[in-house]
């Protein structure tokens, strides 16, 4: 997203430039006086510049506005096979891929192996005060929906379940 942002400051800095450059042209091409026949070819040859230079600004934009969307759509895609789990104690030199299944095979009574989950760790620095949550990405999308649709065995426990939301900027006002 870094990125994106960079192109778009560029692009935004290119624009002021240009349309800096192109006032400070069309306020010369207006006091100059004499010459008026090579002044409105200039004026005109600058008019057809500007438009076509707004123009592809303006195509620039709507793509950078393209390439966001779409990095939004695969962004969301990628975490639809993700859970997080939150309030398994941490222990040193744990298998976090281990932990996570004896709490799903025992306490949502299902019955996961290994090859089950693909992307299996705790999130953010260890911290003594409160346990990291687990980020799990299952190998399917059912296997997901399958313990997210069990979650109610979590009651009355510490353990607890969520889905991480669509957590990407939303663009379009830059863009408008």
Same mark, same amino acid.
């Given at each position: &997203? %870094?990125?994106?942002?960079?192109?778009? %400051?560029?692009?935004?800095?290119?624009?002021?430039?240009?349309?800096?450059?192109?006032?400070?042209?069309?306020?010369?091409?207006?006091?100059?006086?004499?010459?008026?026949?090579?002044?409105?070819?200039?004026?005109?040859?600058?008019?057809?510049?500007?438009?076509?230079?707004?123009?592809? +600004?303006g195509l620039l934009r709507r793509q950078i506005?393209?390439?966001?969307?779409?990095?939004?759509?695969?962004?969301?895609?990628?975490?639809?096979?993700?859970? *997080?789990?939150?309030?398994?104690?941490?222990?040193?030199?744990?298998?976090?891929?281990?932990?996570? +299944?004896g709490v799903i095979n025992t306490k949502l009574? +299902?019955?996961?192996?290994?090859?089950?989950?693909?992307?299996?760790?705790? +999130?953010?620095?260890?911290?003594?005060?409160?346990?990291?949550?687990?980020?799990?990405?299952?190998?399917? *999308?059912?296997?997901? &929906?399958?313990?997210?649709?069990?979650?109610?065995?979590?009651?009355?426990?510490?353990?607890?379940?969520?889905?991480?939301? *669509?957590?990407?900027?939303?663009?379009?006002?830059?863009?408008?």
């Amino acid at each position: &997203m %870094s990125q994106l942002a960079e192109v778009l %400051s560029a692009q935004k800095s290119l624009e002021e430039c240009f349309m800096k450059k192109m006032n400070a042209l069309e306020a010369q091409i207006q006091t100059a006086g004499p010459a008026k026949d090579t002044v409105a070819k200039v004026a005109e040859e600058f008019r057809a510049f500007r438009d076509l230079v707004i123009g592809m +600004l303006g195509l620039l934009r709507r793509q950078i506005g393209e390439c966001s969307r779409q990095l939004d759509d695969i962004e969301t895609r990628s975490r639809r096979k993700a859970l *997080i789990i939150q309030g398994i104690a941490e222990a040193a030199g744990e298998d976090c891929t281990n932990v996570t +299944l004896g709490v799903i095979n025992t306490k949502l009574g +299902l019955n996961y192996t290994k090859s089950s989950i693909k992307v299996c760790h705790r +999130l953010g620095q260890a911290n003594t005060n409160h346990h990291r949550p687990i980020l799990v990405r299952f190998a399917s *999308i059912d296997a997901r &929906m399958s313990v997210w649709r069990a979650k109610t065995g979590f009651r009355g426990s510490k353990v607890a379940l969520a889905s991480r939301g *669509i957590v990407v900027e939303q663009l379009l006002h830059i863009f408008t």
